[in-house]
């Protein structure tokens, strides 16, 4: 793929031969040149983004050549050291660097035109959630960077931040965690400093939006043998502990007095409380990190244990399983000596621990959620939810599951899954679909609706409709209509759909010959992503499927309340829309301003965008002021000026009858 620097060099060659061959000024702005509501030249560089970004798509989604791309993006992430998709990656780069291929070059230009990627595949490496890669672009020393990063094994920026979020890790620190710990401070640590903390002591300059996520792994007091006799630690070996106390929401700390491990028992401990000493407003530190984490004892407290047998001079004592400890470090008695401003507190009778109160207030409560289940800080939900044993389903219905993975809106997932319940018993199904388009009804809804109603059912028929949203057209409102009547069919089913739609029809049988036949023209249809999404149910639920055209506004009862349910469902206020990021014949998908896939010929959509952004360009252009206020004024109407300018009367080899010959 040709560089920026390269395209504009055959853009001026370009535009130098059609100045001079039309005896144009060389004043002439390149906009004008190139902007296509003149006759123009092409702009080399857009050409190629278009056609690259069509080519693309149709490698990803064609099955003889998706697995490559696949393989492609798996090498994207090893090469940059990634745990997760190099799309986002690429968005920190001004510019592709001159060892980015294809790929990586593509990927860097999207953003540049609010363009981006969705892919159905995910190769992901747990462990962190902020890639480490994302802090270490220098251009110069990148790979240098990565390269330390892989033999170090250090993969994420969580690996090496304090669990209070706030700061960078000392790199003595982090160098005790890793295999090999030889060699100087590396560059890349010395890059971070520099362009992610504010101060020496290394606070971030950015807050993190999610938890991090460390190693769960916190140091424990040895589990003593099992014995019927209580073990009691010596005081010379007494060990400083602490817990979450979830009805208190807060840690507790102690000094480790005796543990019971009975047979067939869980391991007990007995623990001197201590409390926590906030000194913050009598000192000279500022913040939480740098305050130190003074502790005292317990004069008596609602969580002391009463039936404790053992040393009584403890004034509180708690109760507490053995497994939910974890050491903390006490301080020498000389650092105590040390601590200016001394706490007014005779120097026997408190203890200062390492690290601060939030450090390990977190490391605690971080503990605590593992020890209960939890599987990461990220989600809380536990790693064995309940199952819905309590709901008399002996067999789920297969396209239940199907709906809640294509649409994305609680209940509209609810909606079609409670109809499809209540159609289960029917193997021989009939409807009515119909769309509706107004572009001027947005004011009051969205200008897509579609609504469908059942034809065959005596008792009584069942109705839906829906708003829909993005590239509005009758044929997509129509789509979408058939769309939500198949999912909601049984498994096996026999389905007769009529519809007044022969566009839809002839799509229909179109996208099912050219969805295993080409994928590179089934991507050329509209609404592929609808399509897609209907052939994929009908071969997941194995439905036999006939579309029937009837005529539209004909007199037939159910056709008008196809119609009904249509227009009243461009009110609808949540439109429905298609998660396509599971779909097996969209390995990627390109989206336009991270919201707006772009189901149709691709190159054709790129195109469209790369002409607004040159009218755009061409009318900001500082010399034609007056054309940009005469065009917010209306004066200038471009669809008809761009149609004037490029007329060609005569029917020769420049005329657009000729384009296709």
């Not at 100087?184 to 020496?200: E, S, V």
């Not at 036999?544 to 609808?572: E, M, P, W, Y």
């Not at 396509?580 to 959509?605: A, G, M, S, Y």
Request: charge should be positive; hydrophobic fraction near 35%; aromatic fraction near 10%.
């Amino acid at each position: 793929m040709l560089s920026i620097h390269q395209c504009n060099k055959i853009n001026i060659s370009l535009r130098s031969v059609v100045k001079h061959s039309l005896n144009l000024p060389k004043s002439t702005f390149n906009s004008v040149l190139h902007s296509n509501i003149y006759p123009h030249i092409i702009n080399f560089f857009d050409h190629q983004l278009k056609v690259q970004s069509s080519l693309l798509v149709a490698q990803a989604n064609n099955p003889h050549t998706s697995s490559t791309l696949k393989f492609l993006f798996l090498l994207c992430q090893q090469k940059y050291f990634l745990p997760n998709s190099p799309i986002n990656f690429f968005d920190l780069f001004d510019k592709p660097l001159n060892c980015f291929s294809r790929l990586e070059s593509l990927l860097t230009f999207f953003k540049f035109y609010n363009l981006s990627l969705s892919t159905n595949f995910k190769f992901t490496t747990k462990g962190g959630t902020y890639p480490l890669a994302h802090f270490v672009i220098d251009k110069k020393y990148l790979f240098a960077h990565l390269n330390s990063l892989k033999n170090k094994g250090i993969m994420f920026l969580d690996h090496i931040i304090t669990k209070d979020h706030a700061f960078l890790e000392d790199y003595n620190n982090i160098k005790k965690h890793l295999e090999h710990k030889g060699g100087k401070i590396p560059r890349w640590y010395r890059f971070l400093q520099d362009n992610i903390t504010i101060n020496l002591q290394g606070r971030l300059v950015f807050d993190l939006e999610q938890p991090i996520i460390q190693n769960p792994t916190a140091p424990r007091p040895p589990i003593p043998p099992v014995d019927a006799d209580t073990l009691h630690h010596p005081k010379r070996s007494q060990q400083w502990v602490a817990c979450w106390a979830p009805h208190l929401s807060d840690i507790v700390y102690g000094k480790l007095l005796s543990t019971n491990n009975f047979p067939n028992c869980s391991p007990v401990s007995y623990m001197e409380h201590w409390v926590y000493k906030d000194i913050s407003a009598s000192s000279l530190y500022t913040t939480p990190r740098s305050t130190p984490n003074i502790i005292i004892r317990c004069h008596g407290c609602a969580q002391h244990f009463s039936y404790y047998v053992g040393d009584m001079r403890p004034k509180c004592i708690i109760q507490v399983k053995h497994k939910d400890l974890i050491l903390v470090e006490a301080l020498q008695k000389k650092k105590r000596e040390e601590l200016y401003p001394r706490p007014n507190i005779p120097i026997n009778s408190f203890q200062l621990l390492k690290y601060s109160h939030p450090n390990y207030r977190l490391m605690a409560f971080n503990d605590h959620l593992i020890q209960k289940g939890y599987n990461s800080t990220i989600n809380f939900r536990p790693i064995n939810p309940p199952g819905q044993d309590s709901l008399d389903i002996s067999h789920p219905l297969r396209n239940s599951e199907l709906i809640k993975k294509l649409f994305d809106d609680v209940a509209i997932v609810e909606d079609l899954q409670g109809i499809a319940v209540t159609l289960a018993p029917f193997s021989d199904l009939e409807f009515f679909t119909d769309g509706s388009y107004d572009s001027t009804h947005v004011t009051a809804g969205f200008s897509m609706g579609y609504g469908w109603t059942t034809s065959n059912l005596y008792n009584c028929n069942i109705t839906y409709n829906g708003s829909l949203k993005f590239f509005p057209s009758s044929t997509k409102a129509e789509t979408m209509a058939i769309l939500t009547a198949l999912v909601v069919c049984p498994e096996f089913g026999i389905v007769t759909i009529h519809t007044d739609s022969q566009a839809a029809i002839d799509s229909f049988h179109k996208s099912k010959n050219l969805h295993t036949i080409s994928p590179r023209r089934f991507n050329k249809i509209n609404n592929n992503i609808l399509w897609s999404s209907i052939h994929l149910i009908i071969q997941t639920l194995s439905l036999n499927v006939k579309l029937l055209k009837v005529k539209a506004h004909s007199g037939n009862q159910f056709n008008d309340i196809a119609d009904i349910q249509a227009k009243l469902g461009r009110t609808q206020p949540v439109p429905t829309t298609i998660i396509h990021d599971h779909l097996p014949n969209q390995t990627i998908t390109l989206n336009w301003n991270n919201e707006i896939p772009l189901d149709k010929d691709v190159r054709k959509c790129v195109g469209t965008i790369l002409d607004y952004r040159r009218l755009d360009n061409h009318l900001n252009h500082p010399s034609l002021e007056t054309i940009r206020d005469s065009t917010k004024k209306l004066l200038i109407n471009w669809t008809l000026s761009s149609q004037w300018f490029n007329f060609n009367g005569r029917n020769d080899s420049t005329s657009s009858l000729h384009t296709k010959d």
